[in-house]
């Protein structure tokens, strides 16, 4: 039998905490054999369709395969299934909606490595996009560090507002993003939306949006004038944001997972840094288990009947 999970329940079972810790301890996992695979193509119109295979993780019985499409002008813009796998038999355990798990891990993930990066008496946050993920990125936040002053802007006034009054927040114009200590990009767009001169010395930035290609939130100045912080340098070459502003592997300081043990981070609190993740399919399989571990009861369906 397989467990459905929508979205309701999700937000029921995924809670911040528990997700910061399982994120953290992945990220301290040793790397599988297996390759993690990202298959993304275009569809006739509007949308893309990406697949997320296989989500593995020492210790877990279990893996993941995601599908999903994603239509920028739709509401909710990201839709499909995470497929959570017996890792023995290959019996399918749960699916679930891929769009509050991707916004769960995502946020969270990058709650972590926002809080690494940037300085420690950082506290004045700026988010440009003020949707699913940035949402995310802003409640984990506030678990790891003080957040004192939230400036948030949007293409959509409304929405920043919104989410501004959610989060004790305050809408602003881009103009006022410059005293930010932090700034969290989490668009949709294909055109920088910082470049160097945006960034004063000692911010933090990281970008949730390039993550697939042409997608660039960040211009190349700000990259190469920054120390710049990845998921997974290949993946970052191949669709993120390193290969599409045009940079090489020497461009990247390191990973999240060597700040997490502590071989690399911050050199000083004058640089910019820059933390810009593309996703792994790791993170799916951590959230998923979580949620298939925490539900005691709810929908079941056998495909197999």
């Given at each position: 039998?397989?467990?459905?999970?929508?979205?309701?329940?999700?937000?029921?079972?995924?809670?911040?905490?528990?997700?910061?810790?399982?994120?953290?301890?992945?990220?301290?996992?040793?790397?599988?054999?297996?390759?993690?695979?990202?298959?993304?193509?275009?569809?006739?119109?509007?949308?893309?369709?990406?697949?997320?295979?296989?989500?593995?993780?020492?210790?877990?019985?279990?893996?993941?395969?995601?599908?999903?499409?994603?239509?920028?002008?739709?509401?909710?813009?990201?839709?499909?299934?995470?497929?959570?796998?017996?890792?023995?038999?290959?019996?399918?355990?749960?699916?679930?909606?891929?769009?509050?798990?991707?916004?769960?891990?995502?946020?969270?993930?990058?709650?972590?490595?926002?809080?690494?990066?940037?300085?420690?008496?950082?506290?004045?946050?700026?988010?440009?996009?003020?949707?699913?993920?940035?949402?995310?990125?802003?409640?984990?936040?506030?678990?790891?560090?003080?957040?004192?002053?939230?400036?948030?802007?949007?293409?959509?006034?409304?929405?920043?507002?919104?989410?501004?009054?959610?989060?004790?927040?305050?809408?602003?114009?881009?103009?006022?993003?410059?005293?930010?200590?932090?700034?969290?990009?989490?668009?949709?767009?294909?055109?920088?939306?910082?470049?160097?001169?945006?960034?004063a010395p000692g911010t933090h930035v990281t970008s949730l949006g390039a993550d697939e290609p042409g997608k660039a939130e960040l211009a190349a100045d700000l990259l190469r004038t920054s120390r710049v912080?990845?998921?997974?340098?290949?993946?970052?070459?191949?669709?993120?944001?390193?290969?599409?502003?045009?940079?090489?592997?020497?461009?990247?300081?390191?990973?999240?997972?060597?700040?997490?043990?502590?071989?690399?981070?911050?050199?000083?609190?004058?640089?910019?840094?820059?933390?810009?993740?593309?996703?792994?399919?790791?993170?799916?399989?951590?959230?998923?288990?979580?949620?298939?571990?925490?539900?005691?009861?709810?929908?079941?369906?056998?495909?197999?009947?």
């Amino acid at each position: 039998m397989t467990l459905l999970l929508n979205r309701t329940e999700l937000t029921e079972l995924l809670e911040p905490d528990a997700c910061l810790e399982a994120l953290r301890a992945g990220f301290f996992a040793s790397a599988s054999a297996v390759r993690p695979l990202r298959v993304r193509t275009d569809l006739p119109g509007p949308g893309t369709a990406t697949a997320l295979i296989p989500g593995l993780l020492d210790g877990v019985p279990a893996y993941t395969v995601k599908v999903n499409a994603k239509f920028p002008t739709a509401n909710p813009a990201l839709r499909g299934v995470v497929c959570l796998h017996d890792l023995a038999t290959g019996e399918l355990l749960a699916l679930l909606d891929s769009a509050t798990v991707t916004a769960y891990r995502t946020g969270l993930a990058a709650a972590l490595g926002t809080h690494v990066l940037a300085r420690a008496d950082a506290s004045t946050v700026a988010v440009i996009g003020a949707g699913a993920q940035a949402d995310l990125v802003i409640r984990g936040l506030r678990r790891l560090r003080p957040v004192h002053d939230l400036l948030v802007t949007d293409r959509e006034p409304a929405r920043a507002e919104t989410f501004a009054a959610r989060h004790g927040g305050r809408p602003v114009t881009r103009a006022e993003l410059s005293t930010a200590e932090i700034v969290v990009t989490a668009t949709w767009s294909r055109e920088p939306v910082l470049r160097g001169d945006d960034v004063a010395p000692g911010t933090h930035v990281t970008s949730l949006g390039a993550d697939e290609p042409g997608k660039a939130e960040l211009a190349a100045d700000l990259l190469r004038t920054s120390r710049v912080f990845v998921d997974d340098v290949a993946l970052s070459l191949e669709m993120g944001a390193l290969g599409n502003a045009g940079l090489d592997a020497a461009d990247a300081a390191g990973t999240l997972s060597e700040i997490l043990d502590g071989t690399t981070g911050r050199a000083s609190d004058a640089e910019v840094t820059v933390y810009a993740p593309v996703g792994l399919p790791w993170q799916d399989l951590a959230l998923a288990w979580l949620a298939f571990r925490t539900m005691r009861s709810g929908t079941r369906f056998d495909f197999l009947a």
